[in-house]
């Protein structure tokens, strides 16, 4: 597939979309994940976070809140997904409420929860032995706590970015913990929701609360810049994913339910809404 994909808030109401989209542009909304050959396909309720692995894939957090888990699903052809196996099932695999599910390039996945597991004080990051041929993955045990509101992580491969949205009096932070999770430094950010590593250098940081997207080199900057903010024609009513494709920044508008484009090299200059009109609140994106 080479489309961009968008998981939804989901839920029970009539406008509610629990499956993840493939757009194709100006053509369609369709339908990605799909039963397996005996018809077999979890409930879906509140899709969150997705990924492709180096295998081919695709993990998908259905983060609904009273009953969390993570789904595997294998490419079909002619386009698509069907379900292969739960990965990994409530609080005894380390879930509550999850948000986001990363492959660490180390063979393990990383899920973070929004909620505070059982015996916990805190929300916290959980790790899990990626599958093989010789055995499904298994809950590892807690990797990082110590969150308000924890959602949004990536990695570059040496280093962990958390963003914590915080709440009324502390309004979010990012922060960077080396691969052993240790805490090296961490910056304010209005509302910091979602995270995209770019794969060379720049972190890009979803504020819900400023309706914008940051761009920081952690390396190299003591701070994050304002990258791209909402305006009366492109706007961004509660940011929420992003990813990039191409040398352009997609980035989701939850409350606008469109998604935006940028091209990286000229934002402003080149921003537009590249999808409009969801029926339901886009969570999630990717290109797949």
Not at 163 to 172: I, V
Not at 175 to 199: I, M
């Amino acid at each position: 597939m080479s489309d961009l994909c968008i998981s939804f808030h989901g839920g029970s109401t009539a406008s509610s979309i629990n499956n993840i989209l493939s757009v194709i542009p100006n053509t369609s909304l369709t339908p990605v994940l799909a039963p397996n050959a005996s018809g077999v396909l979890p409930a879906l309720s509140e899709l969150r976070g997705f990924f492709v692995d180096s295998n081919g894939s695709l993990f998908v957090v259905n983060a609904y809140k009273d009953f969390s888990n993570i789904l595997t699903f294998q490419p079909q052809n002619g386009g698509g997904y069907t379900f292969d196996s739960i990965f990994a099932a409530g609080a005894t695999d380390g879930l509550a409420h999850p948000f986001c599910a990363v492959a660490g390039g180390d063979g393990h996945i990383y899920v973070s929860n929004q909620d505070v597991l059982s015996g916990a004080s805190s929300s916290a990051i959980t790790y899990y032995e990626g599958p093989t041929l010789t055995h499904p993955g298994k809950y590892k045990g807690v990797f990082i706590d110590g969150f308000i509101t924890l959602r949004g992580i990536a990695t570059d491969g040496s280093n962990w970015f958390v963003a914590d949205e915080g709440d009324s009096k502390n309004p979010g932070t990012v922060a960077v913990y080396d691969k052993n999770g240790e805490l090296k430094t961490s910056v304010k950010v209005n509302q910091a929701v979602h995270l995209l590593y770019d794969g060379a250098k720049y972190l890009y940081i979803g504020s819900e609360g400023d309706n914008a997207v940051y761009q920081w080199d952690p390396a190299g900057d003591s701070q994050p810049v304002k990258f791209v903010s909402s305006t009366t024609t492109v706007p961004i009513n509660h940011t929420s994913g992003l990813a990039i494709s191409n040398a352009y920044l997609f980035v989701a508008s939850r409350k606008s339910f469109s998604v935006n484009s940028y091209q990286i090299s000229n934002p402003a200059a080149t921003a537009v809404v590249l999808v409009s009109g969801l029926a339901d609140d886009p969570e999630f994106i990717l290109y797949m």
